[in-house]
């Protein structure tokens, strides 16, 4: 991650529009606040359900009956549904309306778990006529909230919501109802409503994000400065990177912290507060892994830095694979956390992981070759970072040695991609790993060049070669080696003491030089591919010579000598 990446602002803002595309899906729960009416109710069209569905003669269909008409905004319908023996009729729905408003922000009525038997649950200790639907915790322990069977008309017997738990309401609402603000806004800041989340709770949650960012951003300012100032006191190298490294993720943790504490007071919907609080937990998830991988570039910066002054390129090579491995791991324990806090059951997804395993395996094969052949490459070091190799029929530079593939850096300023398996079964020539340069040419002298001016040449040039510092003296040779078609061939050979290739070039250049004026010198001077063509009178041949010639060779009685063992010219070699 780099400081151009996006802000926390708008990281944050990205979550909250997840967390309306994640609204969006569900139905929504439309209700009303004390005092209003469902016409004033935002324009949701809810479709109450089959008359089999609801009604009063079990535990479930008396919720579900509550819970879908409240939805509806029919509240009298839902003030049906609640024992009021103790209240006035004209009561009824704004009582049903405070009983919902508390059961969306404290408790989750699962339906599928109340009984469905007019009888009720006879298994749960409970008295017969009594069910419970679930409980609330408050500042003073815990309320429950029951459903009971009371006698009804012609005799019948008729589930509704408690009484017992009815008279626990003005209690439940003082702490977890709207508070001053009913007293205060208008009541169309409570009938209108999106995804479930009143205007209210809409315009208290933008002014607390707001507050939490700039929030942040404030206290941050000292935070740095002071971490900064305390790095430069302890004259540490890494003061100018405190703050690149931190300053991110450290105001997308404030601004979530911030976020978090003050969500409570906004009294949202327990379906959107849990998953706001999921949200709030994964971008804190999130903040800790920017800085951990914030952290693991600055380490593995600064062992690269400390590795190359101490000579260890060896080492050196191997901190880019290592921290891609390092940040690849972090990442995977980060979404595993961000998925647990959504509710996933990761415990279920790694099991599947190994049962799975040898399928991956073998669907990525590739892959994981090419993963085993980048290991081999940091762990043998045939070529690191750097180095200036040859590599197959081609030459580079290499830049880069990643998870699946090895970047070089070709003399044409192009860039090769190499899977890491195919690389590592090349064979690789490394340059960048030469204690010194291999210095070889052949000279070409005229033919018309005598004895002598070879003689003279070959002692001054070899002279050349010791008196340059960068030659090593051992061996430094200059021979005559052959005669050539067009020329008379001597060969230099020798090694430059360096292993880097512009230093090379210029010592060579001088050398070479010195040779042209050497040459020059005696007299003589290159050759280059030619024929010479002679014209002359031609002479008879020596009849007296012919003669001596036919004489010495009848004295040797037809055995002819051998030059190495003759001893005179009159005698014949001995028997």
């Keep these: 991650m780099t400081s151009r990446a996006a802000s926390p602002v708008r990281r944050f803002l990205a979550a909250v529009a997840l ?131 009371l006698p009804g ?35 169309w800041f409570f009938a209108w409503r999106v995804f479930d989340v009143q205007l209210w709770q809409w315009i208290a949650l933008a002014a607390l994000l707001l507050a939490a960012t700039v929030l942040a951003w404030i206290v941050t300012r000292p935070l740095l400065a002071l971490g900064m100032w305390f790095a430069r006191r302890h004259e540490s190298k890494l003061d100018a990177a405190v703050g690149e490294l931190i300053k991110g993720p450290l105001r997308l ?24 609080m ?24 600064a062992t690269a830095i400390r590795l190359a002054e101490r000579g260890q390129t060896v080492a050196t090579s191997a ?19 961000i998925f647990q806090n959504f509710g996933f059951d990761m415990t279920g997804l790694l099991a599947g992981l190994g049962v799975g395993g040898l399928a991956v395996a ?67 020539e490394n340059y960048a790993l030469r204690d010194r340069i291999w210095f070889n040419t052949t000279l070409g002298l005229r033919y018309e060049t005598t004895p002598d001016q070879m003689r003279w040449l070959l002692v001054e040039l070899k002279q050349v070669l010791l008196d340059h510092p960068k030659v090593d003296p051992n061996p430094a040779r200059v021979r005559f080696i052959r005669f050539g078609p067009s020329t008379l061939d001597v060969e230099i050979f020798a090694y430059v003491l360096t292993s880097d290739a512009s230093e090379f070039l210029a010592v060579r250049e001088e050398i070479y030089l010195r040779f042209m004026d050497v040459v020059a010198e005696a007299g003589t001077g290159f050759g280059f591919p030619s024929q ?3 014209n002359a009178i031609d002479t008879a041949l ?18 002819p000598p051998q030059p190495d063992r003759r001893t005179s010219d009159d005698e014949p070699p001995a028997e």
């Design 319 to 337: 901190i880019p694979l290592t921290r891609r491995i390092a940040k690849t791991f972090v990442v995977f324990l980060a979404l595993l956390a």
């Design 19 to 149: 967390v309306l595309l994640f609204a969006a899906g569900r139905p929504a729960l439309a209700q009303q606040a004390p005092g209003t009416t469902a016409a004033a109710t935002a324009s949701t069209t809810t479709t109450i359900p089959e008359e089999d569905d609801v009604g009063y003669d079990s535990p479930r269909s008396t919720m579900r009956g509550f819970l879908w008409a409240a939805r509806a905004g029919d509240w009298k319908t839902a003030a049906t549904h609640v024992d009021l023996r103790d209240h006035a009729a004209g009561e009824g729905p704004e009582i049903a309306q405070q009983l919902k408003t508390i059961l969306d922000r404290k408790l989750w009525v699962d339906l599928d778990a109340l009984s469905n038997d007019p009888e009720g649950d006879k298994t749960d200790g409970l008295p017969d006529r009594r069910d419970l639907v679930g409980s609330i915790k408050t500042r003073d322990g815990s309320v429950k909230v029951f459903i009971e069977r």
């Design 362 to 428: 073998l669907a990525a094969q590739k892959s994981l070759e090419n993963l085993f052949g980048g290991l081999s490459l940091i762990v043998d070091q045939p070529v690191r970072v750097g180095d200036f190799c040859r590599f197959g029929d081609r030459v580079g530079t290499v830049e880069d040695i990643g998870l699946r593939s090895t970047r070089i850096r070709t003399l044409d300023r192009t860039v090769v991609t190499v899977p890491n398996a195919d690389f590592s079964g090349l064979q690789l």
């Design 253 to 276: 943790a404030l601004t979530v912290g911030v976020f978090w504490a003050g969500i409570f007071a906004v009294r949202l919907a327990l379906p959107v507060h849990r998953f706001f």
């Design 542 to 559: 020596d009849p007296a010579r012919q003669k001596q010639v036919a004489a010495e060779v009848a004295k040797w009685k037809g055995r």
């Design 153 to 187: 008309a012609a005799g019948a017997r008729e589930w509704k919501i408690a009484r017992v738990s009815v008279q626990q309401l003005p209690a439940l609402w003082d702490e977890f109802g709207d508070g001053p603000l009913a007293r205060l806004l208008p009541d």
């Design 278 to 301: 999921g949200l709030l937990s994964a971008l804190l998830t999130l903040a800790v892994t920017w800085t951990v991988l914030r952290l693991i570039d600055g380490l593995t910066r």
């Design 532 to 534: 010479t063509s002679y």
